[in-house]
Each structure stands twice: as structure tokens, then as C-alpha cells.
């Protein structure tokens, strides 16, 4: 499975919030995404997804251009978790991871073992096997993001993107989201804040500004001092570590932001 | 455990399931044709019942028969239908709005309906061709095809079907005002109102036959459509990261809640509270998953009406209420309940 955007462009009142943006996802290797706050991720994932047309420029799926697909099969080749997903209902863990197996169902087709076991296997992968029971509102922040992811995995895309995933979990969580993911037998895009996890978890790295991509490669080469000083700004060293990948420590501004 | 005898399990647990529905739904219109102001003995509804269905030949007394068979049996029938209709549209609205407070009439259709109403009844309106029923249809699917324009001019977005069908039912209701206070005698004016708030004495056969096609279409599309509505619980994203075909299920989940509804105001008028309150007893009885979340409001709508229509002819002897007036006394307190009830975490606030 190859995800290739081409050129894509997607205004809002005319400005554009994603300008331009061309890459290719390679079957089976980890994307990170990064740029600061309001440099498009959200909007790029969107068209990944495609939940928005790009108003120029396509996406296409080995070939297809997405929007020519039937939405049921691509929902069945990529899955989708959100930066926020909100529900009123009284859902119950469970409930929610099941609703990654619509996808695989057709209107009148019961849900039949496999269905039941692959929800299992979700459930366990992400921790929550002894939470399935529990209703959604119940949850913390983060054991509602373990849900979702649970529920992305329940789909068996062969391309999964997630949107900020480590929102709201603690370290352990973060980290082992993380590593099952990049574990996993599919290609992964995902938007990152931390620019370590990026580092230590992704193939390659896409550096987002103001709507355009500026930089994408292996971590190393993408994530230097000058980059994250002229992209992020602030300053940082990129400490060698044994796996190459690099580890940035991150230098606290020398005059302080001041409010007033 | 062996799979094939899960699944067999399953099924006939299923099939239970639905075998004790239709007793039950049965069972309520037998209680429907049996209760009323005339005291019918139990053995004579059941034999005009029998020799309807199956030619029996008991002998009854006819004007017994008639009041079974024409005036009752056909009440519960529609009464059954009504409830139906409104409650699953209402659970359909409710998860495809994502908004709890959604009811069928959201949609601007009893509002036309009204205004449909009085045009016939008040303004003479079809010359006389046209019944109040067709009327009310009319208006009904005049009011919802304003409201859809106007939302889809919007932005289609659930909160802009929530706004554009508030403006919709505020201009219809403007308008029966207005008919009302130019045109309407006093008695017109009451029985516009009368009306208005549910009333099933003149129901007979042919709209038994209108309601219950239309009741059972519109369940049997939603029902298609239930794994649709279980995606729409995180949002519209969401349902179409999940495959659904977001703006093809709502437009057509909501073109076939606007023609039952339509249908059914235009039978009884505008039953209140229905379609909101059933939903969410519905909800607490069975969750949250479509498949049985929509006959089983079909089920609880159905006895309910059944059931507020034999209050509203008994309750006070000599008179019939109108049937809005019990579903709201009963559907009041009922949705207080629940929202007193609802579980924690849903709508908690600090301090
Ligand atoms: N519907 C919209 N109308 C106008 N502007 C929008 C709309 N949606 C997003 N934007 C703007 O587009 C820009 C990119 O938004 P996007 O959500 O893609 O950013 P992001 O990189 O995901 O940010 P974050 O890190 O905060 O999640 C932002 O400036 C945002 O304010
Ligand atoms: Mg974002």
C-alpha cells in the first residue's frame, strides 16, 4: 500500500493551511509529522484520510486517486485516529473498539467470531483488555486515546494515521503506544509534538511550516539544531546516541517569554 | 465453547427475543381493542378478532363487533404505528445530529403540518377536495423540504439542520397564528387545537393501511442504515473515516424520518414528546447499538401510545383528552427521570 500526496493544496477564506505538499508514505515504514501549531498537520491528515478533498492536487492509494475509491474499502485499508473524538453516547469500551470491524461488515452481515476476536486482540494490544467493560465517560483523557487506537487497529488497515496519539498519556503509555505501533505489519503516519519521539520512533520525518512541507528524511538528517531553531524556534543540541538516531536536548530560552 | 453451537445459541435466543416482541406488541393491541367506555367483554374481542383474521363465524353481537373491529382495533393499530414511527425517528435524529434533544419535529414537519392544517380546515384551502389529513401532509413536506434547503444552504452540518429547522417550525407556527387569529371562529380555533396536540378519534382502516407500510419502510431502512448511525457516535469525521458515506446516509435517514413523521402528523396530529423521551428509555433498556436499539424503541413507542391513547379515553369518563396531553403529563416526569438518573460522567460540573 502506497499513500502518495501530490501537490496538495486546501484553503480556508483563502488562506491556504496546507500549500503545495507532496510525499509519499512507503509501504510498511514509520511517517512522523511535525511543525508547530497550526502548520497544517490536522488539515494534511484530513486529505490522507480522505475525509477533505485537497482543493488542488490528489491523493492517491497505489495509483487510485482516493476520492475515485468506494469509501467502505478505503476505510478497510487506512484507519484513522483522531486529534479529539468526542462522544454523548454511553458507549462502552468495548462498544467503541467494535466500531473499527464496520468497515469489514456489510449492513446485514452479523458480526461473527473472527470480528470478536480481532476486538480482543485490539483490546489487549493497547492494555485495556480489563477495561472493556467500562463506559467511555468513565475514562481519562488517555484511556480514551488507547480506546481509539484500539479501535484503528480493530480495522487492520494496511495504513494506519494518527493525529497527536500520545495527547494525554503518561510516559509509559506514550512510549508504548509508540513502539506497538511502529511495530506493526502496516505504514504509519503520525503527527508528533515531541520531537524525540520522532527521532527514536520514525523512518522518516515530515517538517511542516505555515502549510508547507520544508524538510523530509531520516531523522538525523531532518531534525538538526539549525531546522528546529529556524522552524520551531528554540534552541537545541542534538546529542549523538548509539542507535543514530540522535536524542535533542533542548536549551531553555536565555530571555524568557514575558506576559504584560 | 463450540462455535457452531454459539451461533445456534445466538439464534435462538434471537429468535426468543423477537417471538416475545411480537406477543407483547400483540398482547397491547388486543388490551387497546379490549379497554373503552363501552364494556366489551374479554370473549368478544377475541372472537371479532378471530373471525376477521381467520373467518371464524363466531357469533357476536354486531355493534359490539363494530366498535372492536372498526373503532378500536384500527385506534391501537394506527396508535401502535404512531409510536412506532416517532420513536425510531427519533433515535435516528438524535445519533445523526449527535444531539439528545433532537426530536422528529425538529425537522419544521409538525409545524407545517399545522399550518397545512388550518389552510384546509380555516382558509378552505383545495376547495374541499383536499382532506385536513392531506392537508397536513402537505404542509408537513412543504415545511421539511424549506428546512432541508436551508440547511444544506448552511452547511449541512448537524447544528445547521438544528438551526434551519428552528426557523422553519418558528415561520410554519407564524403562520397557523396568524390563520388562526384572522380567520378562525372559536370553534374552529378549538378544534385546530384539539387537533394540534394528538388526536386519534376519527382514525379508521385506511389510515391503519396508510400508517403501517409506512412504519414498516422506515424502519427497514433505518435498520439497513444501523450500522451507519453506530458510526456517527464520534462525529461525521469520524463515521466517514469508518466507510459510511456520510451525506448519503443523512440525506436519505432523513428524507425517510421527514416521510414518516410526515405521515404520521398527518394521521394524528402532533403527538409530543414521543419521539423524544422513547429514545432514551429505549437507550437505558437495551444501549446503545442500533441493530436493537431501533425495534426496540419501535416496541416501547408503539405500547406506549397504545397505552397513553387508552388513558386519554378513559381517564376522564365522558371525554377524551387528547393524546398529547397524556404523552407529555407521562413523557414529562419520565424524561426528568432519566435525566436525574442518567449515569455519572455524562454531565458532570465542578463546583
Ligand atoms: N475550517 C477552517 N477555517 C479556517 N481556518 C482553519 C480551518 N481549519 C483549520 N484552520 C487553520 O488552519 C491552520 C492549520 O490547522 P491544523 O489543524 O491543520 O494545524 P495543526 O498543524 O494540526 O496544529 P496543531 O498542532 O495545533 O494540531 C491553523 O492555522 C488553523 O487555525
Ligand atoms: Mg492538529
Redesign the interface.
Known sequence: MTLTAANLVRRANGRPLVDGVSLTAEPGECLAIVGPNGSGKTTLI?MF???RLPHAGRVTLNGTPLHRLD??????Q???V?QH???????SVR??VD??R??H?G??SPRG?RDEAVVDRALVAVGMADMAGR?W??LSGGERQRAHIARALA?EPQILILDEPTNHLDIEHQLAILALVTALDATIIVALHDLNHAAMFADRVAVMERGRLVAIGRPADVLTAERISAVFKVQATIEPTETGRGFIRFTAPSRPATWG | MN?ARSRAMAGARLLGVVALSVALLGATVIFGATIGETQIPFHTVAATITNHLFGAGYPVDTIDAGIVWNYRLARAVVAAACGAALAVSGVVLQ?LL?N?LADPYLLGISAGASSGAVSVAILGLGGGLLTLSAGALCGALLAFSLVALLAVLAGRGPTAIILAGIAGSQLFNALTSFVVTKSASADEARGIMFWLLGNLSGVRWPDAWMAMPIVGLGLAVCL?????L??F???T??A??????VRRVQATLIAITALMTAVMVSIVGSIGFVGLVIPHAA?LIV???HVVLLPAAALVGAVFLIGADVVSRTIIAGQVLPIGVITALVGAPAFALILVHR????GGTAR
Not at chain 1, 469509501?71 to 478497510?76: C, E, L, N, Y
Not at chain 2, 449515569?343 to 455524562?346: D, E, L, Q, R
Open positions: 484530513s484520510a480522505g475525509l469509501r467502505r474499502s478505503v476505510a478497510r487506512i484507519a484513522l483522531e473524538a468526542e462522544t454523548g453516547e454511553r458507549l462498544e467503541v466500531l473499527g464496520i468497515p461488515l449492513p446485514l467470531a463506559s465517560h468513565s480495522q | 462455535l445519533s449527535r439528545a439497513l442504515h444501523a450500522r451507519s453506530d458510526a457516535a464520534f462525529g469525521d469520524a466517514a473515516a469508518l466507510g459510511v458515506p437507550k444501549g446503545v447499538r449515569p455519572s460522567g455524562a
